[in-house]
């Protein structure tokens, strides 16, 4: 925790603040993230995405503590795990923990059946959908396929998704240590823009032509550009210095 808070309050006033989103903390660590603020003693409160590991219950307490903290810690965004089925009875206790200011962020469980109607409903409820792209197991890594058929419903639902886990670079890529193969966040911007335009999706996804992705992406108008970001709104990362090298590489930074 003391290294993160570092990290991010450096990288927060450093040259590439622009691409920083809130910081992510487990509520099982809040109270550690509390701690080493304090010492810190940031010159404003730091941006904050509560990520609830202690199970819907634990979400009152843990904006009360943060409530407590303001000149620590700004909410900005809640993200949770749903339950296996995603019903409305749940999605609407979500809707009645969490103050309508704050984005709200729900991953249904990704299998066989109901995966796609479960992210319609968050997005009914006025929550953001979030696709899980990695973990410690080969099954925790969703095949081009299921990304695009994500893709398909998420740029019709009109309210943004998130991304988190697995997408560390920029270009689509096999980790040499674990043999699995990482979805790119580039990769990502780009499909979401073709599934807006009605362009191939899939082959996006799948490609590891760095170049050839940074070019699509710049050449992108403006109105393209507000287009995706609207859809593909964030994605979470263990790095800001990774990804900036990526993008600097690619000359899109």
């Given at each position: 925790?003391?290294?993160?808070?570092?990290?991010?309050?450096?990288?927060?006033?450093?040259?590439f603040a622009g691409v920083l989103g809130p910081m992510l903390c487990q509520a099982s660590r809040l109270a550690e993230l509390i701690t080493e603020l304090a010492k810190a003693k940031p010159a404003e409160p730091v941006a904050l995405s509560l990520v609830?590991?202690?199970?819907?219950?634990?979400?009152?307490?843990?904006?009360?503590?943060?409530?407590?903290?303001?000149e620590l810690l700004a909410l900005r965004m809640v993200e949770m795990p749903a339950p296996s089925d995603v019903d409305d009875i749940w999605l609407e206790r979500v809707s009645e923990f969490v103050p309508e200011d704050i984005v709200r962020v729900v991953e249904p469980r990704r299998g066989p059946n109901g995966w796609l109607e479960g992210i319609k409903r968050v997005a009914?409820?006025?929550?953001w959908p979030k696709l899980r792209c990695g973990g410690q197991t080969a099954e925790s890594f969703p095949s081009v396929d299921v990304v695009s058929d994500f893709l398909?419903?998420?740029s019709t639902l009109g309210v943004p998704f998130k991304v988190t886990a697995g997408v560390h670079e920029a270009v689509r890529h096999t980790d040499e240590e674990t043999g699995f193969t990482h979805h790119g966040f580039l990769n990502l911007l780009v499909a979401t823009a073709r599934s807006l335009s009605?362009?191939?999706?899939?082959?996006a996804l799948?490609?590891?032509?760095?170049?050839?992705?940074?070019?699509?992406?710049?050449?992108?108008?403006?109105?393209?550009a507000n287009a995706v970001r609207d859809v593909f709104a964030s994605y979470g990362s263990s790095s800001l210095s990774g990804p900036v090298a990526?993008?600097?590489?690619?000359?899109?930074?």
């Amino acid at each position: 925790m003391p290294d993160a808070v570092a990290a991010h309050l450096a990288a927060r006033g450093g040259e590439f603040a622009g691409v920083l989103g809130p910081m992510l903390c487990q509520a099982s660590r809040l109270a550690e993230l509390i701690t080493e603020l304090a010492k810190a003693k940031p010159a404003e409160p730091v941006a904050l995405s509560l990520v609830c590991d202690t199970g819907l219950g634990g979400v009152p307490k843990a904006l009360s503590i943060i409530e407590g903290r303001q000149e620590l810690l700004a909410l900005r965004m809640v993200e949770m795990p749903a339950p296996s089925d995603v019903d409305d009875i749940w999605l609407e206790r979500v809707s009645e923990f969490v103050p309508e200011d704050i984005v709200r962020v729900v991953e249904p469980r990704r299998g066989p059946n109901g995966w796609l109607e479960g992210i319609k409903r968050v997005a009914e409820h006025g929550c953001w959908p979030k696709l899980r792209c990695g973990g410690q197991t080969a099954e925790s890594f969703p095949s081009v396929d299921v990304v695009s058929d994500f893709l398909a419903v998420a740029s019709t639902l009109g309210v943004p998704f998130k991304v988190t886990a697995g997408v560390h670079e920029a270009v689509r890529h096999t980790d040499e240590e674990t043999g699995f193969t990482h979805h790119g966040f580039l990769n990502l911007l780009v499909a979401t823009a073709r599934s807006l335009s009605g362009g191939n999706v899939r082959e996006a996804l799948g490609s590891t032509d760095g170049e050839a992705l940074a070019s699509e992406a710049g050449s992108l108008s403006d109105d393209a550009a507000n287009a995706v970001r609207d859809v593909f709104a964030s994605y979470g990362s263990s790095s800001l210095s990774g990804p900036v090298a990526d993008l600097e590489g690619l000359g899109l930074l």
